[in-house]
């Protein structure tokens, strides 16, 4: 077991998101977690990352899992949209986590960061600026940056939203391939039928939540899709 | 031209030009991430609190101003982050409220309890600067100099940091790395930076100090080391340029400094369209 949620009541001030959940996963499995809007998927990313503290219940990492060993890939804010950097600035900063009071970057970080650049394809647009990267471009360069902070567990909050069909297939592609490499993949996902066709467990968040492998979901849910 | 070498024969006036060449340094340096973080404000509202708790130290009679002036900028400085990052309470509004109460507790100070014979005077130069930099103090000049040094290097210390902090906060925050204590120190930072600008450019000028240069090279570079290192120097040419006009046909140095900025930032914007334009096609 890799992360262990348990009796989960989370939301904000006085008003309840989400109540009771809890769930399990072991190292290497994809979890989708859908839900209507303003359900809390994003919510339960954000206190699983330790960006918010649960109302109540539990969040225990095990595994030797260590906080500077999660990558995170956040949906993109506005200070983003103009931000005079490039890509290689914007992935190397993932490997920031390590670094603790040491000012720079050494050669193993800029090894790491190349890999990183690789696997996702956008090693040749390394001095390129990312304010002026395509969407789907921009998106992988924040994954590679979440795979320089981490090599064990990744959380992606909508990683496709806003990109073409094209794009869309690429990212769906990477994560998968990451996930194959024994990285636990955590994603929120609007689209049921990627979740069904990449995870193997299903997290669904709302009035009722449900938590179980991919079979379990279509045999509950089945002859409703 | 031979004017300007016989003034730099004085000692203190090429002491007082190299502080004013630092503190533009400075400013332009912090100012990239203060514009990029949405924080241009905040630097707004600190000079209010700087020039307020100016007033104070002058009615106090103190010896040296800045005891008072720096220790309250910087707290001023991390409540206004603190609020900030609360949603609860309106930033904005917070900000402005502490800069016009700031304003106005100052100059009535300054008016009720004054000694000075040219109240009018003492405002106008703690507003918009000394009239000439010839008119700094020598410590001024000396704790400026060290505080300046500090300043820069702090800043290419947690250089990689600020970058992260400032791009993307929450993953930052997620990834492990302590978010909050860079913006508190970047919140510090700031307040030392308007401090001393203060005695440059005055309380109401010392905004354009820290905004234009990183405007200027945000219209041209884009990557942030590329304008954080030009900023900085353009920031550089510019006070340098604003200083010698100034010492040169007696006008004020501040006014003068940010006339200079305001060039430089026109130029960087046609400089940039037309980049853009050859690049484009």
Do not use: W
């Not at chain 1, 979440?146 to 069909?165: F, H, I, R, W």
């Not at chain 1, 997290?203 to 079979?215: A, H, I, P, R, Y």
């Not at chain 2, 024969?9 to 203060?34: D, E, K, M, N, Q």
């Not at chain 2, 203060?198 to 240069?213: D, E, Q, Y």
Request: net charge neutral; aromatic share 8%.
């Amino acid at each position: 077991m890799i992360l262990e949620c348990k009796n989960l009541k989370l939301g904000y001030e006085s008003k309840t998101v989400i109540s009771d959940l809890s769930f399990s996963l072991e190292k290497g499995d994809y979890l989708s977690i859908i839900g209507e809007n303003g359900s809390g998927k994003s919510t339960l990313m954000k206190t699983v990352l330790g960006l918010m503290k649960p109302m109540s219940g539990e969040i225990i990492f095990s595994d030797g899992l260590k906080k500077n060993e999660i990558g995170y890939l956040p949906q993109q804010t506005v200070v983003q949209k103009d931000f005079p950097a490039s890509v290689e600035e914007v992935v190397m900063s993932g490997c920031l986590n390590k670094k603790g009071f040491h000012p720079f970057y050494s050669k193993s970080d800029r090894e790491k960061c190349a890999y990183a650049m690789k696997s996702v394809g956008i090693s040749d647009l390394r001095k390129k600026s990312y304010r002026q990267l395509s969407g789907g471009q921009q998106q992988r360069t924040l994954l590679a940056r979440a795979l320089c902070a981490t090599g064990k567990m990744l959380l992606l909050d909508e990683p496709v939203t806003g990109l073409d069909t094209e794009s869309e297939n690429v990212m769906y592609y990477l994560i998968n391939a990451l996930n194959k490499q024994g990285i636990t993949v955590i994603m929120i996902t609007h689209d049921l039928s990627a979740a069904l066709k990449y995870s193997n467990k299903i997290l669904s968040v709302g009035e009722e939540n449900f938590f179980g492998t991919k079979e379990e979901y279509l045999e509950k849910f089945g002859g409703e899709i | 031209m031979s004017a300007l070498q016989y003034y730099f024969t004085f000692p203190f006036v090429r002491y007082a030009f190299i502080t004013g060449a630092l503190i533009s340094l400075c400013s332009a340096l912090l100012g990239v991430t203060l514009v990029l973080k949405r924080f241009s404000y905040i630097g707004d509202g600190l000079s209010h609190v700087a020039f307020g708790a100016l007033a104070i130290a002058s009615v106090m009679n103190l010896s040296d101003n800045m005891l008072i002036i720096l220790p309250v900028t910087v707290a001023a400085a991390v409540l206004l982050l603190k609020t900030g990052s609360n949603s609860k309470i309106n930033g904005d509004a917070m900000i402005a409220m502490i800069s016009v109460a700031s304003l106005a507790i100052g100059y009535l100070l300054m008016n009720v309890f004054s000694m000075s014979s040219n109240i009018t005077g003492d405002v106008c130069s703690t507003l918009f600067g000394s009239a000439s930099i010839l008119t700094l103090s020598k410590a001024d000049v000396i704790i400026s100099a060290v505080l300046s040094a500090v300043v820069i290097l702090v800043f290419v210390l947690f250089y990689n940091k600020i970058f992260t902090v400032t791009f993307d906060e929450n993953f930052a925050r997620a990834t492990g790395i302590k978010a909050g204590s860079y913006n508190l120190l970047i919140a510090v930072l700031i307040a030392v930076i308007i401090v001393l600008g203060m005695n440059l450019v005055g309380s109401l000028l010392i905004s354009a100090l820290v905004i234009f240069p990183a405007l200027s090279a945000m219209s041209v570079f884009n990557n942030f080391k590329k304008v954080t290192v030009f900023s900085a120097v353009l920031s550089l040419v510019c006070s340098s340029v604003g200083m010698i006009i100034s010492i040169l046909s007696s006008v004020p140095v501040g006014s003068m400094i940010v006339v200079a900025d305001l060039v430089g930032f026109i130029i960087c914007l046609a400089a940039g369209s037309i980049k853009n334009k050859l690049s484009g096609e």
